[in-house]
């Protein structure tokens, strides 16, 4: 149940974020009110999901390093900025951590 929520925590984040870069692009006052609306239903869900475990440091790792990953690959792609070479070491280094945090082997 848990898991649930703090994938919809990662949504309504990265949601708000491409609102946020928007905002730094068009300086309107609904994209900011946007975003800081999608950043507040992220942090409801953020409560509901540790009202459900008490894996914080896991949660919290998860959350960033899929927030991390998954804006990198929104502004490739959506907004064209480039990486550089330190940058792809990181999101691979990202991608493992991924991996393991969800080692259930260990």
Do not use: Q
Not at 22 to 33: A, L
Not at 59 to 80: D, E, M, P, Q
Not at 85 to 98: A, K, M, P, Q, R
């Amino acid at each position: 149940m848990w898991l649930f929520f703090l994938f919809l925590l990662i949504v309504f984040e990265i949601i708000a974020d491409i609102f946020v870069k928007e905002h730094s692009i068009r300086k309107t006052t609904m994209t900011f009110i946007v975003a800081l609306f999608f950043y507040v239903i992220a942090n409801v869900c953020w409560l509901i999901s540790m009202r459900y475990t008490s894996k914080l440091a896991i949660g919290a790792n998860i959350f960033s390093v899929c927030t991390g990953l998954i804006a990198a690959l929104i502004g490739v792609v959506l907004y064209k900025e480039e990486l550089t070479h330190t940058n792809y070491i990181g999101i691979l280094l990202g991608f493992l951590s991924l991996v393991l945090l969800f080692d259930t082997k260990a």
